[in-house]
T-cell receptor, first 113, second 110 residues
């Protein structure tokens, strides 16, 4: 596709359930980032993948959060045993080369009830 | 701790006014500073600044970086209602880590 694609665009889940958020980066982009944006807040870094290197997981807020990137392309962010404080917009972004601007997807709005 | 701080948090102006948005940073191994505009969903790229003192300009928007004082400003002249958005500053550092400030929410009224 022409841009970064995220699905679903909206997800409502009950507290305690697991959720999976998907990101399909721009073809050929080797780097992929996940950010979280709570209402009225800036972007909080979660995790970063670059090619075949080990991901930088330093931003994941707890061990309930994990992410994978299969085949160097699609990424899935998994949140286990969701809590109400996990409610936010989860944004994925990719870029082609180190230092080039990020291209963002439209995000997944997660609401935990 | 690596951080990016933006000010003001919020700004309300009338059409035609000029605004200056500020971004300061403290990171190790700075590489570049980026500005994004976020309206409803995905942030859209505005500028990337790598060198001090060189102004980047696009229409009514311009930005400059001071690597000695560790800050950048984003200027918008002759503001329009379509400029209303959250403006995000981000810093790329170390190998390829990008962190964002909390953003400045700009509201432009007719």
């Amino acid at each position: 596709g022409a841009g970064v694609s995220q699905s679903p665009s909206n997800k409502v889940t009950e507290k305690g359930k697991d959720v999976e958020l998907r990101c399909d980066p721009i073809s050929g982009h080797t780097a992929l980032y996940w950010y979280r944006q709570s209402l009225g807040q800036g972007l909080e870094f979660l995790i970063y993948f670059q090619g075949n290197s080990a991901p930088d997981k330093s931003g994941l807020p707890s061990d309930r959060f994990s992410a994978e990137r299969t085949g160097g392309s699609v990424s899935t962010l998994t949140i286990q045993r969701t809590q109400q404080e996990d409610s936010a917009v989860y944004l994925c972004a990719s870029h082609k080369t180190v230092g080039s601007p990020l291209h963002f997807g439209n995000g997944t709005r997660l609401t935990v009830t | 701790e690596d951080k990016v701080v933006q000010s003001p948090l919020s700004l309300v102006v009338h059409e035609g006014d000029t605004v200056t948005l500020n971004c300061s940073y403290e990171v190790t191994n700075f590489r570049s500073l980026l500005w994004y505009k976020q309206e409803k969903k995905a942030p859209t790229f505005l500028f990337m600044l790598t060198s001090s003192g060189i102004e980047k300009k696009s229409g009514r928007l311009s930005s400059i970086l001071d690597k000695k004082e560790l800050f950048s400003i984003l200027n918008i002249t002759a503001t329009q209602t379509g400029d209303s958005a959250v403006y995000l500053c981000a810093v790329l550092y170390n190998t390829d880590k990008l962190i964002f400030g909390t953003g400045t929410r700009l509201q432009v009224f007719p």
